[in-house]
């Protein structure tokens, strides 16, 4: 697959799903602590997301660093916008800031 058919790709399932986790191995079967983190913390607060196992493809695995310009993989998307990485989504966490955060985007509860 083209660099460029890789990008539509990644803009096409970014696009069509609230919350996307680019991710090492699966919410069920994480392959990196990171990734676990951020799956973990998702779960708990009740979002439903769709993972992308970037494992499975190394033009992806790549392309989702070209893709939002940031080096390292988590990536979580909520309604089409970057977000951030594992220390991000686990700061915004720990200091109260992801719920609502989530709520306002409209994809858990208030």
Not at 5 to 16: G, L
Not at 20 to 49: E, I, N, W
Request: proline residues 5%; aromatic residues 10%.
């Amino acid at each position: 697959m083209s660099d460029a058919a890789v990008q539509d790709d990644i803009r096409s399932t970014v696009q069509s799903h609230d919350v996307v986790l680019f991710m090492k191995g699966t919410p069920v079967f994480p392959q990196c602590g990171f990734s676990s983190v951020v799956a973990r913390v998702l779960d708990h607060l009740g979002v439903s997301y769709h993972s992308v196992n970037v494992l499975e493809d190394d033009a992806v695995r790549q392309g989702i660093k070209d893709f939002s310009d940031w080096p390292t993989i988590p990536q979580l998307y909520v309604k089409g916008e970057f977000v951030g990485g594992c220390d991000i989504i686990k700061e915004m966490f720990e200091t109260g800031e992801l719920r609502p955060y989530l709520a306002e985007k409209g994809v858990i509860e208030g």
